[in-house]
């Protein structure tokens, strides 16, 4: 009686609420007749034209057990077409209809409404006809605009009922939506005119169903969607929507999420929540075993710790993120200057920052203080290039005479909604004040993406993005809690405990027979034996783990090294896939000229003063010439066309090699200014230092900087340049310009750059090119060294370069400008038609040399590479360089060894040429692979288990141009696709997603910031220290955590034996054996120190672990804690109990109380022999920590009168009898580890011998 009241009341409510959604959707359906509401108007967008009729072509609508009200009520069809016969009917105007396709109507998509898929029955003389194959057509009744389901069927009733409170509306439309019989959809309501009443209602199928409930589920959980937006120039307050703050937030918790966040990442682990119900069990009076602190001390304890350490690493986060919202940025406003937070920056605001100053917000570039009207930025923390990229200034607001007249005019920068991407921008910049209005493009060239430094002079900008909309903050991943693998191995170690828990205490209810209260029996045994699971194991681990952190941080091996992240220091011994960064991790970043190959001689670092020579004599000669000429008046000579020459002298030879290399480049000289500049004179020209201390090169590449720098170290300095023109000084001193007329920059496609520049004293034209050794070989003139010395030069590691030139005459040049300025305004085919003018250039070009520039590694890169190859992990390099300079410092790096092969990835834009490319690759062996980021993406998209497949085969991996959210994503690839553990190094902000995705992230303090190493769980500050960091401290941190959570179980494991036997011998009495301080003290101070201190214990030595890596690849099959060794630990747990609980019971005389005091004695005795036997290598601390608790034992005998017999205790045969308990016990597992050290000795046993 009562379970039917209980499901009256459950229909009941469930017919109330059936209600009240019933009349939410009508509600819906009755505003179809009035002008569109919110959600109507967000139902628009997904209106179609739909018509069903039975069979026919021209309508759609099939007939459907609908009843309507009104003209047309009782017709087959429900289209307005086939309304025309019925009463009052007037045709729709097709005008109210513009996207109709038909005259029929259009269908607006209504959210909420259920129905059931209708067979194909209908109505025949008024009555009801049955669909084909008889089966019951179920469907809803619709009255008009009021159209309300009505679900007939009782066993969906009966699933829905026990579904709603159970799962909630999702999980119930979840349920209605996969139903085999009833393909439940929701209803579609089509209108003609949203003014007028006629509703033409149809179901629809289950496919469609399935966009309308997730439609109606995305409503409960709307985010707002970023759009597209109009930014008016120092007008935030005109912005249509609310933008985010301007706040960068790490922090993973919140001051009402701290506490029930941290609780539950603790107690999601089977062992914690474990310990947490036996605690709360112990305030049950029946349940009731022992004193309230031998459960809560431990599990209180724990608690506080983890409570503790994630508040003080909440607290860092929450005061770096203040230090940087905190940083005083001056913003330009009607009334002047005023300084604002980084925080309180907005969109619209026109924000002023100086030099070596941090970007605070992503802004479009409008001024600068540099004439030319760009300026370089540092994009080290955004892409992990330290190469500095040039920026463009809007011209029409760089030409504005000063600075307030940006207020002056009436402009705005309509931008692209927030994307990923931070190597595109679409926008423009409009002047609505000037007649005719001015329009200008922007593209990335005319950004400043937040997180960037400003390299040069001082920028204005103005806010287009602020807060979790920047580049920087997109491409940034939120932090996880990392679990390490060994945690997880453990979980499952103890639900396979907790399941020979439940064995255990039903074996020993069901020996009772089920007599009494059984049931609170079982339960007593459950916490008689939930010593099976020790509550000290995760004390012990943790407190190990802090010891294995402290050990890395004071090791004088590896100084400046930190442990952020103290949970997981055993994933450093077991990883298989180490994904590194390039610049700054793998390179210093800094590039030093070589070598210069002129075909039949070569200079090297130890001969540029021969070029110096050859460089100031050639300059004094043609100095001398140019003097001659002038007395005699001759005019300057033209260019003669390039054609056969007789061989040049060395001289002369060297003289051309660096000329082109000292024009042909992108650079910039860039002079400190004398004082700071302020007031209206700041954009004004400042007073400039031109001596060359004072003088720093700026450039979009480092070799660019490199071979600038290498020329004015042989005598000719570059001392000016800007847009136009460019100032080059002799050895002699003599200042000689040259007008820049054309510029080609250097591209990925294309390999190579170049430039047309005029002499200004010879009116000379020369058409100087210099790239790739691949592009190049094919438009110079013939050679028989080019390609050996390329490979010569490659196999050194060194990044080469070609350098070749061609003389133009006037003619020549006026005919390509003309060619070239044609193509560019050219509106198809754009890019081919100017690629094709510049290639009429290319061709025959006299080449002038070969450079060998290196970038230099990080201290011991090579043989650490090595170490970690021989120890099975396999390296990948992942960075936002250039494929060619990625692959040249594989090479140097020996990354890629000098006999295998390089694959390097096609670049591929669709299904078929991946699908081809794919195949190419795979049937080559062990070579090493080179991709691009743009290749991977499009492999990914299609062929990702393929792809992932066929890298993980390769001994190395390059891929370059990624961005940091793709180096995030392959790191979670390996993870999905191997099964296997990562860790990610980089120094850079664009390397903190890859960091934070990996298993184990470890960061490098380098030039790049701090971004990287606050961010990872392991901080170092060289490369090379990833070697002993993992061969002997994350080894070393594994095999002692496995030995330490395997002898606590053991410890655990030996006293519930004991329990087991005792209860059993007192006819299964759910008595406790040892009791109140007998069980805290076996715990802690009688056993936890010698038990901890196996975390000192080593097999090796460190520097054996250094010396052979090859003793790595063992921890990654996990031999050390597995099912295996543990149902090892399990027999001799079940042995030594039993031998201990069975010796105590034939050898006490008289009373019980001697029971305890022989079998808890010889308990204690026993676990320190045991650590004995599980050491391999003896520390002091070892020593001293097992004769403490030894001593601790003895010296609390004399308190323990409560639960020994002191007289007992005191005499020859309490010590006999604990002494034959004993050895019985632990002898002969002495006996078996002899004997298996010398019949199968481990692998390190030769290497210690």
Known sequence: ????????????????????????????????????????????????????????????????????????????????RHREGAAGWEPPPRTDCAAARTSSPERLLLPGALSTRPGRGGRKNGRRVKPRGGQRVVGPRLQGPRGVCMLQNRRLLGAMRRLWFLHGLRTAFSFLRSSTKFQLCMLKL??????????????????????????LINICRRKREPKARTVWLGCPEKCEEKHPRNAIKNQKYSIFTFLPGVLYEQFKFFLNLYFLVVSCSQFVPALKIGYLYTYWAPLGFVLAVTITREAVD????????????????????????????????RVGDLIIVEKNQRIPSDMVFLRTSEKAGSCFIRTDQLDGETDWKLRVAVSCTQRLPALGDLFSIRAYV????????????????????????????????????????????????????????????????????????????LNQLTKALFLALVALSVVMVTLQGFAGPWYRNLFRFLLLFSYIIPISLRVNLDMGKAAYGWMMMRDENIPGTVVRTSTIPEELGRLVYLLTDKTGTLTQNEMVFKRLHLGTVSYGTDTMDEVQSHVRNAYAQLHSQAGGNSTSSTPPRKAQPSGPRVRKSVSSRVYEAVK????????????????????????????????????????????????????????????????????????????????????????????????????????EIAFYMKGADAVMATVVQYNDWLEEECGNMAREGLRTLVVAKRALTEEQYQDFESRYTQAKLSVHDRALKVAAAVE?????????????????????????????????????????????TATCIAKSSHLVSRMQDIHVFRPVASRGDAHLELNAFRRKHDCALVISGDSLEVCLRYYEHELVELACQCPAVVCCRCSPTQKARIVKLLQQHTRRRTCAIGDGGNDVSMIQAADCGVGIEGKEGKAASLAADFSITQFR??????????????????ALGQFVMHRGLIISTMQAVFSSVCYFASVPLYQGFLMVGYATIYTMFPVFSLVLDQDVKPDMAMLYPELYKDLTKGRSLSFKTFLVWVVISIYQGGVLMYGALLLFEAEFVHVVAISFTALVLTELLM??????????????????????????????????????????????????????????LYVLKYLKRKLSPPSYSKLTS
């Open 1 to 80: 009686m009562e379970r039917h009241r209980i499901w009256g009341f459950v229909c009941n409510v469930f017919l109330f609420s059936r209600r009240i959604l019933r009349t939410y959707l009508t509600m819906q359906v009755s505003a179809a007749a009035t002008p569109m509401s919110g959600t109507l108007k967000h139902a628009v967008k997904h209106v179609r034209p739909v018509c069903r009729f039975s069979r026919s072509s021209d309508c759609a609508i099939r007939a459907a057990p609908v009843r309507l009200r009104g003209p047309g009520a009782g017709r087959g069809c429900r289209c307005l």
């Open 190 to 215: 089509s209108f003609c005119r949203l003014s007028g009443e006629t509703v033409t209602v149809r179901p629809i199928r289950g496919s469609e169903a399935r966009g309308c409930c997730d439609w």
């Open 314 to 345: 909440e607290f860092r986060r929450f005061r770096r993120d203040r230090e940087v919202n905190s940083q005083q940025y001056c913003k330009l406003t009607v009334r002047g200057k005023v300084q604002v937070k980084s925080s309180d920056i």
């Open 414 to 489: 309509h931008a692209q909604k927030p994307q990923l991407d931070i190597h595109s921008f679409e926008g423009t910049f409009t002047r609505e004040d000037s007649d005719p209005p001015v329009h200008e493009s922007l593209s990335i060239e005319n950004t400043l993406w937040a997180s960037t430094m400003v390299a040069s002079g001082t920028v204005i900008g103005v806010v287009i993005y602020t807060g979790r909309e920047t580049r920087s903050v997109m491409n940034t991943s939120n932090p996880k809690n990392k679990v390490g693998l060994l945690d997880v191995e």
């Open 660 to 763: 082109a290399i000292a024009l042909c480049h992108n650079v910039t000289p860039v002079y400190e200014s004398r004082g700071g500049v302020t007031g209206e004179t700041e954009y004004a020209e400042a007073d400039q230092d031109l001596s060359d201390e004072n003088r720093t090169y700026q450039a979009s590449s480092p070799d660019e900087v490199a071979l600038v720098q290498w020329t004015e170290s042989v005598g000719l300095t570059l001392v000016n340049r800007d847009l136009t023109s460019m100032q080059l000084r002799t050895p002699g001193g003599q200042i000689l310009t040259y007008r820049v007329l054309q510029m080609f920059p250097f591209t990925s496609e294309s390999k190579r750059m170049g430039i047309i520049v005029r002499d200004e004293s010879t009116a």
């Open 840 to 884: 009429s250039l290319e061709r025959e070009m006299q080449l002038l040399g070969l450079t060998g520039v290196e970038d230099r590694l990080q201290a011991d890169v090579r043989p650490t590479l090595e170490l970690l190859r021989n120890a099975g992990i396999k390296i990948w390099m992942l960075t936002g360089d250039k494929l060619e």
């Open 1025 to 1042: 220290h990833v070697g002993r960091l993992l061969m002997v401290h994350g080894r070393s941190s594994y095999k002692r955590s496995a």
């Open 1171 to 1228: 650590v004995a036997l599980t050491v391999r290598t003896w520390h002091w601390l070892m020593v001293v920590a097992e004769l403490l608790s030894l001593g601790c034992y003895v010296a609390s005998l004399a308190f323990l009168n409560e639960y020994f017999d002191v007289a007992f205790i005191t005499t020859v045969a309490f010590v006999w009898k604990v002494s034959a308990v004993t050895v019985v016990s632990c002898l002969p």
